[in-house]
């Protein structure tokens, strides 16, 4: 049994017009019986009943001129219905004429090009407000991609409109940071703690000295009359001994601001730190370090930090520790500005030996990066690359010194929030 062209096809799946991935009916190879498309698919069949329908109907509009004319109504009944027929032949005729001189088919085709002209250019597209732009660039987009491509992944069109988000977020033009490790002679001069801590296990663990200077600035996208907020706070997690404090293994040594170009000022006198130890983990493996403790910055009043309260002068002291029973939450240490802001953090992190490698994710888009990372261990060698979406390897340099203990990572193009660094240090 032979099937029908109809019957051969699948049936449409699409309902609306905004999810059909094709440009038109000549494109489909589904059914088309109450297609949304325009019904250009049979282009030449649509052309040749374009050019024959006038002509029929200006035909059959003056064999019923010429039966009018020529007939002879009984009563005034059928005397109205000739006059009427007679002005509706008229007007036919006279729109067909009028079509065929004006060319009005070609006419609308140079006014659609004109309005979809006006519609792309720019003095329209400043009209718009922010909201209506973004609409548009998501279904322009959606448009441009999905042409053709009915098997097209829609998860990606969500993930571009993430992407093109960050265009409106704060950016880090310039990162750097420098960390060393070294073991000191004296732990208790550093640390206030013994070289070596008793584990619950009974095992000996030894400690180092991390020395971290990070150096940034974040900038704003918008113009200066639009102010935003960035997060300069820190987030992290550390093995925490049960007989120490978090003031034990960590300490802000130096923690300076600058705003809008206005000069450094420290703020350390405002700064708390929060800290969560999860208490399950201490004993989960005994022959392993596990990082069971995770701390944040934040403000001390949890007000966000502007330039008119550095220009009030700040108190100097140090940074307050608070103990907490539950998680970090959303609280954030934030700065808010107009144009920039520049930051200048100095600490120090007495991590385990066991833990030999580092990771670093950074928070906002990055235009230039460069992480310089040293042990002083003459027995530990160190390994590192960057990591993130779309990164290109030929956009970054690595260099390591002949004795293998510093390491130099930079990225020459534009990194992803939530891309970064690691490094890895192994016995020789």
Avoid at 14 to 40: A, G, M, T, W
Avoid at 52 to 76: G, R
Wanted: proline residues 4%; aromatic residues 10%; charged residues 25%.
């Amino acid at each position: 049994m032979c099937w029908s062209k109809t019957e051969a096809k699948e049936k449409c799946q699409y309902s609306d017009i905004n999810e059909c991935p094709y440009n038109s009916r000549r494109e489909c190879p589904q059914v088309r019986k109450n297609c949304h498309l325009p019904n250009d698919g049979d282009s030449d069949h649509v052309t040749h009943h374009s050019f024959w329908k006038p002509i029929v109907l200006a035909i059959i509009a003056i064999v019923v001129l010429v039966i009018v004319q020529f007939s002879d109504p009984k009563n005034e009944f059928w005397e109205s219905i000739f006059s009427l027929l007679n002005a509706g032949c008229v007007s036919i005729l006279a729109g067909v004429l009028l079509a065929w001189l004006v060319d009005i088919p070609k006419k609308l085709d140079e006014y659609t090009r004109l309005i979809s002209t006006s519609l792309t250019s720019y003095t329209y597209l400043k009209g718009l407000t922010r909201e209506e732009l973004s609409e548009l660039r998501g279904r322009a987009t959606a448009e441009l991609y999905m042409k053709n491509a009915p098997k097209m992944p829609r998860g990606l069109i969500k993930l571009d409109n993430r992407i093109c988000d960050l265009l409106s977020n704060p950016y880090y033009s310039v990162y750097r940071e420098t960390i060393h490790c070294e073991i000191p002679d004296s732990y208790e001069k550093v640390t206030g703690i013994s070289s070596s801590v008793e584990l619950p296990q009974g095992a000996t663990l030894l400690f180092y000295k991390k020395n971290n200077d990070q150096i940034y600035t974040i900038k704003n996208p918008f113009s200066k009359n639009h102010i935003i907020k960035a997060n300069i706070g820190l987030n992290n997690y550390v093995y925490l001994p049960k007989n120490c404090g978090l003031k034990d293994l960590f300490k802000i040594e130096k923690f300076q601001v600058s705003i809008d170009g206005a000069e450094f000022v420290d703020i350390l006198s405002l700064v708390k730190i929060i800290y969560h130890r999860h208490t399950k983990m201490d004993n989960l493996s005994p022959d392993a370090v596990t990082y069971n403790t995770g701390f944040h910055l934040v403000t001390q009043d949890g007000k966000t930090i502007n330039q008119e309260t550095l220009s009030k002068g700040l108190p100097t002291g140090d940074a307050e520790y608070e103990e907490s029973n539950e998680s970090a939450g959303e609280a954030q240490l934030t700065v808010s500005f107009s144009d920039n802001v520049r930051v200048k953090l100095k600490f120090c992190l007495i991590a385990p030996v066991d833990d030999n490698h580092f990771t670093k994710r950074l928070k906002y888009s990055t235009k230039s990066y460069r992480l310089d990372y040293s042990i002083a261990d003459p027995e530990q060698r160190l390994t590192g690359q960057l990591f993130g979406t779309l990164i290109d390897q030929s956009q970054i340099e690595i260099n390591e010194t002949d004795d293998d203990r510093h390491i130099s990572i930079e990225a020459f193009e534009w990194l992803l929030p939530k891309s970064g660094a690691f490094i890895v240090s192994s016995k020789r």
